[in-house]
């Protein structure tokens, strides 16, 4: 069973910077149905949304334009943990960060998801 495990949110300034990290737990990547990580957020009242994915067999990486060359989405697969690097931060970042695995990175094909981890940007 995967288990992932999400650690590094905290409060920050804007215009600052955070490191998000996920450890994974129950497999090696890329195994079915987990051909995908990302990384999701959901802010208090809204919909939860994808920030950053990436492919982990074509190591291909996709983000949306709301964070597009601020946000960065790595993996070390020798320590099987996934990263976000977010830099230049504002405080419509301000949500609650999640570790995602799955066949896809959209909502319903998602099959692991992270606990969670609070970003806050004054």
């Known amino acids: 069973h995967v288990q992932l495990v999400e650690s590094g949110g905290g409060s920050v300034q804007a215009g600052g910077s955070l490191r998000l990290s996920c450890a994974t737990h129950?497999?090696?990547?890329?195994?079915?149905?987990?051909?995908?990580m990302g990384w999701f957020r959901q802010a208090t009242g809204k919909e939860r949304e994808r920030v950053a994915c990436?492919?982990?067999?074509?190591?291909?990486?996709n983000y949306p334009d709301s964070v597009k060359g601020r946000f960065t989405i790595s993996r070390d697969a020798a320590k099987n943990t996934l990263y976000l690097q977010m830099n230049n931060l504002e405080p419509e970042d301000t949500a609650v960060y999640y570790c995602?695995?799955?066949?896809?990175?959209?909502?319903?094909?998602?099959?692991?998801w992270g606990q969670g981890t609070q970003v806050t940007v004054s």
């Open positions: 129950g497999y090696t990547a890329p195994s079915y149905p987990y051909f995908y």
């Open positions: 995602a695995a799955g066949r896809a990175c959209r909502i319903p094909e998602i099959d692991a």
């Open positions: 990436l492919h982990l067999e074509l190591n291909k990486t």
